[in-house]
């Protein structure tokens, strides 16, 4: 066979393994007759998706691929993420991206060392600055690059975003939502795209009353932004409230909730499954009825999973967060001087401590309803 007729430029071509159509079907680039494989199909533009983290606003980022794939025709996606296990691929949906790569040396000499028509850099992060900058050869480039050695916007597009980073009183008065601003980096509208996730285990196989309204409870808020832990008594009463109402209680987390999720579990004697992989937890959330979150992690898997939300929001602008109609937001009813700080700062009260619980549990009633 001549190695000029391989068609680098089909989207099924892998270069290390045999394309899918050659697996399932046994054709080649070219057949015997000269005529072209009839899956052959020419790669449109080479995009560059560089959202590292964290792990929630990988989600939250997941919507741009719509528009991408509108604009792009054939486009070949590839996304660089230090959490490559929570970006959907083309083979589990048709919106997902081609090639996903872990941020690691590997990941970045290959970047380096391939060429793109688009880069969209989305972090205002030092190195994905820096390797956006690299790569600014690009015919399309959004986002974020290196200026002074500090992180800037490519473009008027991305500066209205990068304002609301770096002032904390124009952030505070923003009344976008964080997809209405991602999405006008791009030069796109966002349209109400939602969320997409990966590919995930069904929720089968949990002991869970599903006669009942099931209602799971994300305890954690992630190790470092320790400033919306909300307390476990807190957490004591909801589900006290909640289990006097007859609802099912299963309590989520990951390994840092593990050890208080298995307190909760043995005071209260509520579900708890104990930790496990992410795609086992997606499964699991989606066989709750309604989640009561802080904004975390599992309250993007939450949204990417359509589940009504109640969301225990202390430290941001509570219109950064795109529900889609189907949550409502708790705050404190003291005012919070903690605005986007990890940890509290105030001497006299921490604010995620003036979320009462019979006011979440209450928005969980009307939710339902």
Known sequence: MDIKSVKTDCLHFLGYIPCKPNKNHGVHCTEQNGSACKYYLPSGKRILIIKLGAAGDVIRTT????????????AHITWLTHSPELVPLVSDTENGANLILNYD????????????????NLDKDLYACALAKEKDNAAEIFGYTLVNNNPFPVNELATPKYITGIF????????????????????????????????HEPGSGFDIDKSKTVVGLNTGCGGRWTSRLWPIDSWLELIEL???????????GGPEEHEKNTSLQQKTEVKYFGAMSLKKFIGLMNETDIVVSAVTMGMHIAIGLKKPLVLLNNIFN???????????????????????????????YKCIDYIFPKKVFESVTELIK
Do not use: W
């Open 63 to 74: 919507p741009l691929l719509y528009p991408l794939r509108k604009k792009y025709l054939n």
């Open 105 to 120: 040396d590997k990941s970045v000499s290959v970047i380096r060392n391939s060429n793109y028509d688009v880069i969209i």
């Open 318 to 348: 509570k219109n950064e967060f795109e529900l889609y109609g189907k949550g409502v937001i708790v705050e404190p009813e003291k005012k919070c001087t903690c605005y986007f700080r990890p940890t509290c700062i105030n001497p006299d």
């Open 168 to 199: 904390d009183d124009i952030s505070i008065a923003n009344t976008k939502s964080y997809l209405q601003e991602l999405f006008e980096i791009c030069g796109f509208k966002f349209n109400n795209e939602e969320y997409l996730l990966p590919k």
């Open 242 to 252: 909640l289990k006097n109402a007859n609802y099912e209680v299963v309590l989520l």
